[in-house]
């Protein structure tokens, strides 16, 4: 770690690494440095699984997406096989992004001098190459990334090393099992580009002590923002439950599936899978944000609405789809302002670090794993 690094990773030990009664946040530059993001790339996002898209959003062979991990691009497909993979969309030849042209279905055909790959990386054709001596079309293959599906959710591991996910998500899984992540669809989707850090909007989501102030209309009322609470997981991800304020069933717009705890009609919860897998999971359906973090103050917010089929068996369902959107994107559009608002102070030279609520436990949770990831450099 450069030197100039340590002094702020030592001061955010400081910060955040005691009680949450005595903790405060990490310090501003953690949100702000360009070298602490450069760090962020290699020790959190390279490092660990991020999750990347539906395994539903592909479902045929040759189906595919392109999306950047930390920087590196990759071109999420679906093989013959079936197999979903994560390959290096850079092409072997002279570096030229794949996937973003016009494809046909059973290859990944490079835009620029037309190299073509088949699904599973390796290079099937390079036109008028025949002239390069010892050029060997074996050695070409596009890299591929470590890759798994975990309720439906497609996961990208860069380094190629973190634990298997399914080992370290044991107590979520068991939580999550009665909604059947796995089979739910897409029942909308919402795209905003973010100008702020990235860990902005997770502590934003993982908190409810700004529902009173954020939201009176659309959560406090019914959330209000004392009863919240968090739960220690000992496990990579935090959780934060929002109560209704009068312990009853709640109403649901879908079908909840049967099996789903009546708690959970009672509450909704809020999860960040680290390092920024962001869902909030209700009765009828689950909310996520997939964050593609591009820079140090840029990235890209995708809101997936899913719902299990079962549970869209409701007269006007598209109706109630519609208002799912709808709404979300009121309350993304509540958050927005705030968001913005704390990354221009952050960015005075008068901002420090700041004192938690005893409702921002999930938060702190975060930020004591993220220094966990730096010290393990
Ligand atoms: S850069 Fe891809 S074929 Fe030339
Ligand atoms: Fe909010």
């Not at 405060?24 to 959190?44: K, N, Q, R």
């Not at 309720?151 to 999550?176: M, R």
């Not at 739910?184 to 860990?199: A, C, H, L, P, T």
């Not at 004591?368 to 450099?377: H, P, S, V």
Request: proline share 6%; net charge negative.
């Amino acid at each position: 770690m450069p030197a100039s690094l340590e002094g702020l990773v030592e001061e955010a030990r400081g910060a955040v690494l005691r009680p949450l009664a005595e903790a405060s946040t990490l310090p501003p530059g953690f949100y702000t440095s360009p070298d602490i993001f450069e760090a962020e790339c290699e020790l959190v996002f390279r490092r660990n699984w991020v999750s990347v898209g539906r395994a539903s959003e592909i479902p045929d062979a040759g189906d595919r997406f392109r999306i950047d991990v930390a920087g590196e691009p990759l071109l999420i497909v679906r093989g013959k096989d079936g197999e979903v993979r994560a390959l290096s969309a850079v092409c072997r030849h002279r570096w030229m992004l794949l996937g973003e042209g016009a494809e046909s279905a059973g290859t990944i055909s490079c835009p620029y001098h037309k190299w073509t790959y088949a699904l599973d990386g390796s290079l099937m054709a390079a036109p008028l190459m025949e002239k390069a001596e010892d050029f060997k079309r074996e050695a070409c293959a596009l890299p591929s990334f470590a890759c798994e599906i975990w309720n439906g959710f497609i996961f990208v591991n860069l380094g190629g090393d973190a634990a298997p996910l399914a080992q370290s998500l044991v107590s979520l899984a068991t939580e999550f099992a009665p909604w059947k992540m796995d089979e739910m669809e897409i029942v909308g989707r919402i795209e905003f580009d973010q100008s702020y850090n990235w860990k902005v909007l997770v502590d934003n989501f993982m908190e409810s002590y700004h529902h009173f102030a954020v939201h009176p209309e659309t959560f406090e009322p019914n959330y209000p923002a004392a009863l919240s609470y968090t739960e220690e997981t000992g496990a990579p991800y935090a959780v934060a439950r929002m109560p209704h304020k009068d312990d009853v069933l709640a109403e649901t717009l879908f079908k909840p599936l049967d099996g789903i705890p009546d708690r959970a009609r009672r509450s909704f919860s809020v999860f960040n899978v680290y390092p920024s897998m962001l869902l909030a999971v209700l009765a009828d359906s689950v909310i996520w944000y997939r964050l593609e973090v591009e820079s140090l103050d840029r990235f890209k917010l995708t809101i997936y609405l899913l719902a299990h089929p079962a549970s869209l068996d409701v007269p006007d369902a598209d109706a109630l789809k519609a208002f799912l959107r709808e709404a979300t994107w009121h309350v993304h559009m509540e958050d927005l302002p705030a968001c913005e608002g704390v990354q221009r102070g952050l960015m005075s030279g008068a901002a420090q670090a700041g004192r938690l609520s005893h409702l921002e436990g999930a938060i702190h949770a975060h930020q004591k794993w993220l220094l966990g990831e730096f010290g393990r450099a």
